[in-house]
């Protein structure tokens, strides 16, 4: 398919990157003379028809900027027939050949639903929380890590003159990899994340014994998904503590601060590649893809296969989300699962093992 017009959105939450994905799509596509329309809101653009042409100096500085010039949306309206049927006229009107989607699981559903509806889609992670699972990183997941190490810091110098545990929780929905990595960055004496179950007994023991032991600052930190959402496990976890040990306790949501923020260089690079890789991809006549990190390479990972891995990983798998596999590619995936959540288990550990 020779591809005239393409478009680009940003869908779901927002992430450091989202920009360089988008300027490296334009400017891949433009080396290619190839047309370029963002589609403003996610894919409530498509629904609204708001949608703009993109040029080389559109996407001139974005590559600094957090958040997306382009807008985002989580759009129920799409999932509909008559919200497909609106995207659709909308991509008819303007003549756009394909979409370049960034965004998290979510986006990537909706481009299948495009992909199938006669528009080639290619999806480019853009979440935080690094919560797909068949990528080794997603881009926004180090401009994460990195504000939450320094907002930890900076809990460091009071919770050392005031000889206080922080309880800290931060975003990842059902992920705890921000809690987890940034517990190890930040020297924390224990963390909470959903993947293992979390021995409140032990915590307390350990924050008793070194403070008896002299050590005065401790930092806790809590994945948003320990306990379900809402369940205010950091913040129980606070009282429980300073309660059993003695020790003054401060609990802190950081919230959406997370998700702000210049994107970090390792951000920037991941975004520019995997939105060059996208418009690459759909050059090659190739569609209903995902651009993914394995073992520091670059590789384009089927959306559905995509899906079924992170419902293997994550305990939810449906009847008939296996059929479409053969038996060799069902043993790759729990291969693939095993070895990540060992993995989890082994930095779960070296944060217990440092806690000193």
């Given at each position: 398919?020779?591809?005239?017009?393409?478009?680009v959105l940003t869908s779901?939450?927002?992430?450091?990157?989202?920009?360089?994905?988008?300027?490296?799509?334009?400017?891949?596509?433009?080396?290619?003379?190839?047309?370029?329309?963002?589609?403003?809101?996610?894919?409530?653009?498509?629904?609204?028809?708001?949608?703009?042409?993109?040029?080389?100096?559109?996407?001139?500085?974005?590559?600094?900027?957090?958040?997306?010039?382009?807008?985002?949306?989580?759009?129920?309206?799409?999932?509909?027939?008559?919200?497909?049927?609106?995207?659709?006229?909308?991509?008819?009107?303007?003549?756009?050949?394909?979409?370049?989607?960034?965004?998290?699981?979510?986006?990537?559903?909706?481009?299948?639903?495009?992909?199938?509806?006669?528009?080639?889609?290619?999806?480019?992670?853009?979440?935080?929380?690094?919560?797909?699972?068949?990528?080794?990183?997603?881009?926004?997941?180090?401009?994460?890590?990195?504000?939450?190490?320094?907002?930890?810091?900076?809990?460091?110098?009071?919770?050392?003159?005031?000889?206080?545990?922080?309880?800290?929780?931060?975003?990842?929905?059902?992920?705890?990899?921000?809690?987890?990595?940034?517990?190890?960055?930040?020297?924390?004496?224990?963390?909470?994340?959903?993947?293992?179950?979390?021995?409140?007994?032990?915590?307390?023991?350990?924050?008793?014994?070194?403070?008896?032991?002299?050590?005065?600052?401790?930092?806790?930190?809590?994945?948003?998904?320990?306990?379900?959402?809402?369940?205010?496990?950091?913040?129980?976890?606070?009282?429980?503590?300073?309660?059993?040990?003695?020790?003054?306790?401060?609990?802190?949501?950081?919230?959406?601060?997370?998700?702000?923020?210049?994107?970090?260089?390792?951000?920037?690079?991941?975004?520019?590649?995997?939105?060059?890789?996208?418009?690459?991809?759909?050059?090659?006549?190739?569609?209903?893809?995902?651009?993914?990190?394995?073992?520091?390479?670059?590789?384009?990972?089927?959306?559905?296969?995509?899906?079924?891995?992170?419902?293997?990983?994550?305990?939810?798998?449906?009847?008939?989300?296996?059929?479409?596999?053969?038996?060799?590619?069902?043993?790759?995936?729990?291969?693939?699962?095993?070895?990540?959540?060992?993995?989890?288990?082994?930095?779960?550990?070296l944060v217990e093992e440092?806690?000193?």
């Open positions: 398919m020779k591809f005239r017009k393409i478009g779901g939450g927002d992430a450091p990157g989202m920009n360089a994905s988008i300027r490296a799509v334009v400017r891949t596509a433009l080396d290619n003379g190839i047309e370029v329309l963002g589609v403003v809101g996610g894919y409530r653009g498509l629904i609204d028809d708001n949608v703009r042409k993109l040029t080389s100096r559109d996407v001139s500085g974005v590559i600094a900027l957090g958040g997306t010039f382009l807008l985002t949306d989580r759009c129920d309206e799409f999932k509909t027939p008559e919200g497909m049927a609106k995207a659709l006229e909308t991509c008819r009107k303007h003549e756009i050949d394909a979409i370049v989607a960034i965004g998290g699981d979510g986006t990537f559903r909706g481009a299948t639903d495009l992909t199938n509806h006669g528009i080639p889609t290619i999806g480019v992670t853009g979440t935080i929380d690094n919560d797909i699972t068949a990528t080794d990183y997603t881009v926004g997941f180090d401009t994460a890590m990195n504000t939450v190490t320094g907002i930890i810091d900076c809990l460091r110098d009071t919770g050392e003159s005031h000889a206080r545990c922080m309880v800290t929780e931060v975003m990842g929905r059902h992920c705890g990899e921000i809690a987890l990595y940034t517990a190890i960055a930040s020297g924390a004496v224990a963390v909470a994340i959903p993947e293992i179950e979390f021995d409140v007994d032990a915590c307390v023991k350990r924050i008793a014994e070194l403070r008896a032991a002299g050590k005065r600052n401790f930092q806790v930190i809590v994945s948003e998904g320990v306990g379900g959402y809402h369940s205010h496990f950091g913040e129980e976890l606070a009282k429980i503590i300073e309660e059993r040990t003695g020790v003054e306790s401060r609990f802190n949501c950081l919230g959406h601060i997370v998700r702000g923020g210049q994107p970090t260089l390792r951000d920037r690079l991941a975004a520019s590649c995997m939105g060059s890789m996208a418009v690459e991809l759909l050059l090659q006549d190739k569609s209903n893809l995902v651009v993914c990190e394995l073992n520091s390479e670059l590789v384009p990972v089927d959306i559905n296969y995509s899906f079924a891995i992170d419902r293997m990983y994550k305990n939810k798998l449906k009847d008939g989300d296996l059929d479409a596999y053969t038996e060799e590619q069902i043993a790759e995936m729990r291969d693939f699962c095993a070895r990540k959540s060992a993995h989890i288990k082994e930095l779960y550990s440092l806690a000193k």
